[in-house]
């Protein structure tokens, strides 16, 4: 089966450090969903690709979190400098808008960040 | 989008089918019902989606009642890898702008030998 590829799966780093999270998604699918999940929050969207252009990145701080996607197998979320808040599994998920409708988001086993 | 209630938790008896009700008494027209489920460490896996005719695929079936208030995901022989947050899901998919999933508390299933 396809899947959508997150790397690292786990990263500590210490406060200040920048930190990179990639994300591959499934071949074919043209949009791409970064969401993060704390048990405070559940699960929350921080950014939105649709043909690798961001159509939403309105649940991200934006002072320090950046998201692309420089090719369409690959996206990327940065957070520089880190945060101990921003401690969390971040998600990458994948899907196809085709004929008007969106189908089923599919995604990764995430990035498990503590941020120290 | 339709705001959904479900149980927090339930268990199960593996082997058995596992009955996992949502309401969702405001949903709209052209809002579909998702099921997902999170496994402990995995990221939320797709199981099933429907607008009002029941579905089944190779993972469950979804029953939608006829006012469309209310649904059931069924696993048909639990086991114990079905133990895992299950989240349903009502929004719409053909607003070429909305695209939001909203995951609620959802109900954590655990299948028990």
């Known amino acids: 089966d396809a899947r959508v590829t997150q790397t690292p799966r786990h990263k500590v780093t210490e406060m200040g450090q920048e930190v990179t999270m990639r994300c591959q998604p499934i071949?074919?699918?043209?949009?791409v969903f970064w969401y993060r999940q704390t048990m405070m929050q559940g699960l929350e969207l921080l950014a939105y690709?649709?043909?690798?252009?961001?159509?939403?990145d309105s649940g991200m701080p934006k002072d320090r979190f950046s998201a692309e996607m420089p090719d369409a197998t690959l996206a990327t979320l940065k957070i520089q400098p880190s945060e101990p808040r921003d401690s969390a599994v971040y998600f990458c998920a994948s899907g196809l808008v085709s004929r008007g409708h969106h189908q089923p988001q599919h995604f990764g086993d995430g990035t498990r960040l503590s941020i120290l | 989008d339709a705001k959904t209630t479900q149980p927090p938790s339930m268990d199960c008896a593996e082997g058995r089918a596992a009955n996992l009700p949502c309401n969702h008494s405001?949903?709209?027209?052209?809002?579909?019902v998702y099921w997902y489920r999170q496994i402990h460490s995995q990221g939320p896996q797709y199981i099933i989606h429907g607008l009002k005719n029941n579905e089944t695929n190779e993972m469950a079936s979804l029953i939608i009642t006829e006012d469309r208030k209310s649904s059931t995901l069924i696993l048909p022989h639990a086991t114990l890898r079905d133990t895992a947050v299950y989240y349903c899901i009502v929004r719409v998919t053909t607003l070429i702008n909305d695209y939001k999933l909203s995951f609620g508390a959802g109900t954590t299933v655990t299948v028990r030998a």
């Open positions: 405001t949903i709209s027209g052209n809002e579909y």
């Open positions: 690709f649709r043909n690798r252009a961001p159509l939403d």
């Open positions: 071949l074919g699918h043209n949009t």
